[in-house]
C-alpha cells in the first residue's frame, strides 16, 4: 500500500510518500504505527506519540482501532489546523 | 443545491463569490459571508504555509458541506480554502452560506467553519520575520469544542 505524510509526521519522516509492505499480522491502523515505530529512528521520532496521530484510509478519516485490509492508501499526519 | 468546493493557491474575490451565489434569484432571503484571514501575531509572523492533503481536502469539504445541507435549508453554499503560503492580512478560507432566512445561513456558516478547522486535511505552518520557519501550529482544544456542540444526539461520530 501507499503510505503518505503530512506536516511534521512528513518532515520527522523525511518523505511525502512511499510503498510499504508490512506483514500480514498488521491488521489495524495501530499495528501499523507499532510497526512503523520499529523501522528506524526517524519513523520512532514520527510515531512516538500515538494519540497525537490521526490516519486517513483511502482519503477518509478513521480511528487507530480501523482494519488496513484492502486498503491502497493511508495517510498519517498531525490535528488539522486549517481554516 | 450544489454547493462549491475549491481549494486553490490563488487569493479568492469573496464580493464576486456572493454575487456568483445570489445571481438571477429573488428567493434568498439570507447570506452570510465568512473569511478567515492570515494574522501577523503582534509582528512576529512573515507568512503561514499551508500544507493540505490533495484529493482529501477537496473531498472532507464537500462531505461536511453535504452534512450542512442535509441540517439546514440553503439554497447556495461556498467554501474556498487555500494552500501555499499566504502573506500576514491575506484571506486563507471563505464560506459563504445562503437560505430563506438568516438563522439557517449563520447557522450553517458556523457549522462549515467549526466542521473545516477539525476535519479538512489541512497544516498551517508559521514562518518568522527573521527568516526561519517557526513551529507547526498546534490544534486547539476549543476548537474542538466548537465542532462537538453540533453533534447530534444519538448519532457516532468517528
Known amino acids: ?44 521520532y514520527a510515531f512516538e506519540n500515538a494519540k497525537a496521530i490521526r490516519a486517513a484510509l483511502d482519503r477518509k478519516h478513521v480511528k487507530h482501532d480501523a482494519p488496513i485490509a484492502g486498503v491502497r492508501e493511508v495517510a498519517f499526519f498531525p490535528p488539522m489546523t486549517g481554516g | 443545491m450544489q454547493p462549491k468546493i475549491s ?19 429573488a428567493d434568498i432571503g439570507a447570506l452570510v459571508s465568512f473569511i478567515g484571514l492570515c494574522r501577523d501575531e503582534g509582528g512576529a509572523l512573515a507568512a503561514l ?3 493540505h492533503y490533495p484529493g482529501m481536502a477537496e473531498e472532507e469539504m464537500a462531505r461536511v458541506a453535504q452534512e450542512a445541507a442535509r441540517r439546514w435549508p440553503l439554497m447556495g453554499l461556498t467554501a474556498i ?27 450553517a456558516a458556523e457549522f462549515m467553519m467549526d466542521y473545516l478547522k477539525t476535519r ?16 507547526w501550529v498546534e490544534a486547539k482544544d476549543h476548537d474542538d469544542a466548537a465542532m462537538e456542540r453540533w453533534r447530534e444526539p444519538g448519532k457516532r461520530g468517528e
Do not use: C
Not at chain 1, 9 to 38: N, S, Y
Not at chain 2, 120 to 135: L, M, N
Open chain 2, 81 to 107: 480554502h487555500r494552500s501555499g503560503r499566504i502573506a500576514p492580512g491575506e484571506p486563507i478560507v471563505l464560506v459563504i452560506a445562503a437560505s430563506g432566512h438568516r438563522a439557517a445561513a449563520f447557522a
Open chain 1, 1 to 44: 500500500m501507499k503510505a503518505v505524510y503530512f506536516a511534521w509526521v512528513r518532515e520527522r519522516v523525511g518523505l511525502t510518500d512511499e510503498e510499504i509492505a508490512p506483514p500480514a499480522d498488521v491488521r489495524t491502523v495501530a499495528d501499523l504505527l507499532a510497526w512503523q515505530i520499529a523501522r528506524g529512528e526517524n519513523y520512532a
Open chain 2, 7 to 25: 481549494v486553490r493557491t490563488e487569493p479568492f474575490d469573496a464580493a464576486a463569490e456572493s454575487a456568483a451565489l445570489t445571481k438571477g434569484r
Open chain 2, 49 to 51: 504555509e499551508l500544507e
Open chain 2, 120 to 135: 479538512a486535511p489541512f497544516w498551517k505552518k508559521e514562518w518568522r520575520r527573521d527568516g526561519t520557519a517557526g513551529d
